[in-house]
């Protein structure tokens, strides 16, 4: 437990450093050195790094309709009403979120138009490795399917089988998605990004994964013509804000579901209550031992922070300035503070709303900034699907009701060639009323 008030602003800063940052330097010139491998060696390379870091030594990239049915035909009806009911709720938040078209007459004859239009080659990444998320297919392919984009890329490691989880394959059928690649980190976002003989190149990449895939999709980004990507999405967090009436077994419930993802999860309790903070991490040894995921969950614990504060208020200080992907309130009276948090990808409320409702079910998407991004980078939503632009359209009264303004600004700026484009229509449009 550190109690922030007696450390100094160097102490606080490393206090809430994300253990995955500290090695950017290696971690990116691995990543380079992946990328490049991709672009020279396209389909041979990265079946070759599939059976390094994967363990199977595939034939074949895509897996095909009848080993995707025959993978589906062995899941539970209590799996597939699970992921229909999550399917459900998932599709009924994002519809709910389309924009409406703008159109509007700025001037006299001046009619100006804002669009939106779904992207049309969209690649999603589910990471797999210690579990398979087949959530994490639905985050993004009911968006993607709501958002109507044409094309959609699923990859993902494959399993020792050399397939994916039926769970997963399940999902994407639900979400209409027809291209499924056996492929994950740093590679499978290079072959998105750049494409290869089997592997068509998307216009985004989307999706969370590890250290090594969220700085590949950086760095494909950054390629001149490349791919955009939604957000930094990496290794998972939680800040729980809890008061000496917080239930310390869901506080710990909450923290250990975080942990449990993988060593480099990170959770964090900020509490205004030394027996709350002292009593949640002896629930968290105990709950610890119950879990089938326990060493990599007590990995990611060793890294946790236990943060005394002096009042809530500070606690809500101490959040902001960490800027979690997830931000549990387990407090009083919890709604009296929304106005004062700033900084979060997505919020739970109160003692009935645990972080595993946004991760499955309740309808939120679960793919959220990271790495503190969170301060300038928005949860993911049906807007990141969409592109938007803009039309305009000027009548001959348009253009003379705006065009001297037009002429004298483009005067201000020395560019003459956009003053003549409007002078000679306006000079046109004179030659005509004379006659």
């Given at each position: 437990?550190?109690?922030?008030?007696?450390?100094?602003?160097?102490?606080?800063?490393?206090?809430?450093?994300?253990?995955?940052?500290?090695?950017?330097?290696?971690?990116?010139?691995?990543?380079?050195?992946?990328?490049?491998?991709?672009?020279?060696?396209?389909?041979?390379?990265?079946?070759?790094?599939?059976?390094?870091?994967?363990?199977?030594?595939?034939?074949?990239?895509?897996?095909?309709?009848?080993?995707?049915?025959?993978?589906?035909?062995?899941?539970?009806?209590?799996?597939?009403?699970?992921?229909?009911?999550?399917?459900?709720?998932?599709?009924?938040?994002?519809?709910?979120?389309?924009?409406?078209?703008?159109?509007?007459?700025?001037?006299?004859?001046?009619?100006?138009?804002?669009?939106?239009?779904?992207?049309?080659?969209?690649?999603?990444?589910?990471?797999?490795?210690?579990?398979?998320?087949?959530?994490?297919?639905?985050?993004?392919?009911?968006?993607?399917?709501?958002?109507?984009?044409?094309?959609?890329?699923?990859?993902?490691?494959p399993n020792k089988q050399g397939s994916l989880a039926p769970e997963i394959l399940y999902a994407a059928k639900r979400c209409d998605i027809d291209e499924i690649y056996l492929c994950g980190g740093a590679q499978a976002i290079a072959a998105?990004?750049?494409?290869?003989?089997?592997?068509?190149?998307?216009?985004?990449?989307?999706?969370?994964?590890?250290?090594?895939?969220?700085?590949?999709?950086?760095?494909?980004?950054?390629?001149?013509?490349?791919?955009?990507?939604?957000?930094?999405?990496?290794?998972?967090?939680?800040?729980?804000?809890?008061?000496?009436?917080?239930?310390?077994?869901?506080?710990?419930?909450?923290?250990?579901?975080?942990?449990?993802?993988?060593?480099?999860?990170?959770?964090?309790?900020?509490?205004?209550?030394?027996?709350?903070?002292?009593?949640?991490?002896?629930?968290?040894?105990?709950?610890?031992?119950?879990?089938?995921?326990?060493?990599?969950?007590?990995?990611?614990i060793a890294h946790s922070r236990y943060i005394l504060a002096d009042s809530i208020n500070q606690a809500i200080e101490i959040s902001n300035a960490y800027g979690p992907e997830h931000l549990i309130l387990q407090i009083n009276n919890p709604?009296?503070?929304?106005?004062?948090?700033?900084?979060?990808?997505?919020?739970?409320?109160?003692?009935?709303?645990?972080?595993?409702?946004?991760?499955?079910?309740?309808?939120?998407?679960?793919?959220?900034?990271?790495?503190?991004?969170?301060?300038?980078?928005?949860?993911?939503?049906?807007?990141?699907?969409?592109?938007?632009?803009?039309?305009?359209?000027?009548?001959?009264?348009?253009?003379?009701?705006i065009g001297p303004a037009i002429m004298q600004l483009a005067d201000a700026e020395g560019l003459d060639a956009h003053r003549q484009a409007v002078k000679l229509r306006l000079d046109a449009l004179k030659k005509e009323a004379s006659v």
């Amino acid at each position: 437990m550190q109690s922030w008030n007696q450390l100094q602003n160097n102490d606080r800063q490393a206090l809430l450093q994300r253990p995955a940052m500290r090695d950017n330097e290696s971690l990116s010139d691995i990543v380079e050195g992946i990328i490049h491998g991709i672009d020279e060696g396209g389909d041979q390379t990265l079946l070759q790094m599939t059976e390094k870091y994967d363990g199977v030594a595939l034939a074949s990239l895509r897996l095909d309709d009848e080993e995707i049915e025959r993978a589906i035909s062995v899941l539970s009806q209590e799996s597939k009403s699970a992921l229909d009911l999550a399917y459900a709720n998932i599709k009924s938040f994002h519809q709910a979120q389309w924009p409406q078209d703008i159109r509007v007459q700025t001037s006299p004859g001046v009619i100006c138009e804002l669009k939106h239009q779904p992207i049309a080659s969209v690649g999603l990444y589910i990471p797999g490795g210690t579990a398979p998320l087949p959530s994490t297919v639905l985050m993004l392919g009911v968006t993607a399917q709501v958002a109507g984009c044409p094309r959609k890329v699923l990859v993902s490691p494959p399993n020792k089988q050399g397939s994916l989880a039926p769970e997963i394959l399940y999902a994407a059928k639900r979400c209409d998605i027809d291209e499924i690649y056996l492929c994950g980190g740093a590679q499978a976002i290079a072959a998105l990004a750049l494409g290869t003989e089997s592997i068509a190149r998307v216009d985004k990449i989307f999706g969370p994964g590890n250290s090594y895939v969220t700085e590949a999709k950086q760095q494909v980004s950054r390629i001149p013509g490349g791919p955009a990507i939604d957000m930094p999405a990496g290794p998972s967090e939680v800040l729980v804000i809890a008061d000496k009436d917080a239930n310390p077994v869901f506080v710990a419930s909450d923290l250990l579901s975080q942990a449990e993802h993988g060593a480099d999860s990170q959770a964090v309790l900020v509490s205004d209550s030394t027996a709350l903070i002292n009593a949640v991490k002896e629930q968290i040894n105990q709950q610890l031992e119950s879990l089938s995921r326990k060493d990599i969950a007590t990995r990611s614990i060793a890294h946790s922070r236990y943060i005394l504060a002096d009042s809530i208020n500070q606690a809500i200080e101490i959040s902001n300035a960490y800027g979690p992907e997830h931000l549990i309130l387990q407090i009083n009276n919890p709604r009296q503070w929304m106005n004062q948090i700033s900084n979060a990808g997505s919020i739970f409320i109160g003692p009935w709303s645990p972080e595993s409702a946004g991760d499955y079910a309740s309808g939120t998407n679960h793919v959220l900034p990271t790495y503190g991004y969170a301060r300038n980078t928005s949860s993911l939503g049906l807007m990141d699907f969409l592109r938007r632009y803009t039309v305009q359209e000027l009548s001959a009264q348009g253009l003379q009701e705006i065009g001297p303004a037009i002429m004298q600004l483009a005067d201000a700026e020395g560019l003459d060639a956009h003053r003549q484009a409007v002078k000679l229509r306006l000079d046109a449009l004179k030659k005509e009323a004379s006659v």
